[in-house]
């Protein structure tokens, strides 16, 4: 579904990222892990086209994608949920799900039944400003924004940092219940090597803008994880 070619970028005369390949077959969840500051971010900015390519290839079933626009992207079906959220604080709950709605090719005028069966919470507060909202009913609201345009790949950059284990457990469980569907490629950012277990298929290690490990999540062992991931 998602494939990555020797996908190198990075910010002004900055490479950030060096040739990385990397894929996200359909129906499975791969999680991207790495200490602070080795380029997962970036790649995901990347994969949405948030930050050009220097080099390499993005596809997306197969076709390639790397100089479309993030809104051709989110057309051709990439959810994207940030780090740090980003939703408009100014704007209610419903007009943040809205916003998503313009990702759908056929602009559907009506934000999907299966986004408040996922987030129940949303509901009852479409009319709250999303600033008025807090840490993890924010984090919510971002999740659910990227799941109105129905994506058929999804990037999640840290979608636990800084919030209360409730709501981790409530994500936790959205993304079992999308993983069920089958039909959705996940690249999960994630630092918690235990959530990460849990939750993902298959596992990509970053250090230095590269991949240098990868394999089934079930073979992440301990020497790995001191090695790559330990501070």
Do not use: H
């Amino acid at each position: 579904m998602l494939r990555i070619e020797g996908l190198s970028a990075g910010y002004g005369e900055s490479r950030v990222l060096r040739e990385v390949s990397l894929d996200v077959p359909r129906g499975r969840t791969v999680c991207l892990m790495g200490r602070n500051g080795v380029g997962k971010t970036t790649l995901l900015k990347s994969v949405m086209g948030l930050l050009p390519a220097w080099s390499g290839r993005v596809l997306l079933d197969g076709e390639e994608v790397t100089t479309w626009s993030p809104d051709e992207r989110a057309r051709r079906g990439v959810g994207y949920v940030p780090q740090g959220r980003e939703i408009f604080a100014s704007l209610t709950v419903e007009e943040n799900l809205l916003v998503g709605l313009e990702a759908m090719a056929s602009r559907r005028a009506a934000i999907p039944d299966e986004v408040f069966d996922l987030f129940p919470a949303l509901r009852s507060m479409r009319r709250r400003r999303g600033g008025d909202l807090s840490g993890g009913q924010q984090q919510q609201l971002a999740f659910a924004r990227a799941l109105v345009g129905r994506p058929k790949v999804l990037l999640l950059d840290e979608p636990t940092e800084g919030i209360q284990p409730s709501i981790i457990i409530q994500i936790e469980e959205v993304i079992e219940r999308l993983k069920a569907r089958g039909d959705l490629s996940i690249l999960l950012v994630e630092q918690y090597v235990e959530f990460a277990a849990r939750l993902a298929d298959d596992f990509a290690i970053m250090e230095r803008g590269a991949i240098v490990a990868r394999g089934a999540t079930r073979d992440l062992n301990e020497d790995v994880v001191r090695r790559y991931l330990v501070v």
